[in-house]
């Protein structure tokens, strides 16, 4: 079953099974790709960089690094959309083959299929088996391999705060206070402005004799 764009990314462990298989879309690789790899990683090599020079060799064209064509079918696989949300670390790369070159003007997509799923010891979270395949705008594999993932697992749903309140005490509590309101004080005398024997004018008043 190939599934050509898989809904959002909320995949976990358990949405996995062994035999899925999913299929990217494209991506194609420009001049700019090799020249810019080619100067941040210093692999000047002819085959990558010099036309004149690769016209006459085996290709006959420039190819691409091979490097880059994992890097680009591991940014495929992000773009999926269903390893972004559980993805924790990558375990290894096993197995990977250059094929076939790639040449400026090559569409790539990459296909993976799940070969392994399986819980870690303590049960936390996934282990994914996983086989890559690259292909070019002929379909020509250009690039395979095995690159393993350990992946997050689905939390169980949280309880509300609010459920964890014991409803019959509450219910209680709230019917008590209806049925018998608390009795109303009455009010307070009201005190007096004025000390006694004051004037209300502000200042005291003699005593009387």
């Given at each position: 079953m190939t599934?050509?764009?898989?809904?959002?990314?909320?995949?976990?462990f358990e949405d996995f099974a062994v035999g899925q298989v999913f299929r990217t879309r494209g991506r194609t690789i420009t001049e700019s790709d090799i020249v810019?790899?080619?100067?941040?990683?210093?692999?000047?090599n002819p085959v990558h960089t010099d036309a004149v020079s690769a016209a006459g060799g085996r290709f006959g064209e420039p190819i691409?690094?091979?490097?880059?064509?994992?890097?680009v079918a591991m940014g495929l696989l992000s773009r999926l959309g269903i390893f972004e949300a559980c993805s924790i670390a990558l375990l290894g790369i096993d197995g990977w083959r250059f094929e076939a070159p790639v040449v400026v003007g090559d569409?790539?997509?990459?296909?993976?299929?799940?070969?392994?799923a399986r819980a870690t010891s303590k049960g936390d979270a996934g282990?994914?088996?996983?086989?890559?395949?690259?292909?070019?705008?002929?379909?020509v594999v250009v690039?395979?391999?095995?690159?393993?993932?350990?992946?997050?697992?689905?939390?169980?749903?949280?309880?509300?705060?609010?459920?964890?309140?014991?409803?019959s005490?509450?219910?209680?509590?709230?019917?008590?206070?209806?049925?018998?309101?608390?009795?109303?004080?009455?009010?307070?005398?009201?005190?007096?402005?004025?000390?006694?024997?004051s004037s209300g004018a502000g200042g005291w008043a003699p005593r009387a004799p």
């Open positions: 599934q050509e764009m898989p809904s959002p990314a909320s995949w976990y810019s790899f080619a100067g941040w990683s210093w692999d000047t691409a690094h091979g490097v880059p064509g994992l890097s569409t790539v997509r990459c296909t993976v299929t799940i070969t392994g282990i994914l088996e996983r086989d890559l395949v690259l292909t070019n705008r002929d379909d690039q395979r391999g095995s690159i393993g993932l350990m992946v997050a697992r689905r939390r169980p749903d949280l309880t509300p705060r609010a459920s964890r309140l014991n409803p005490r509450s219910t209680r509590h709230t019917s008590r206070l209806a049925s018998h309101p608390p009795p109303l004080r009455p009010p307070a005398p009201a005190r007096s402005a004025h000390r006694p024997g």
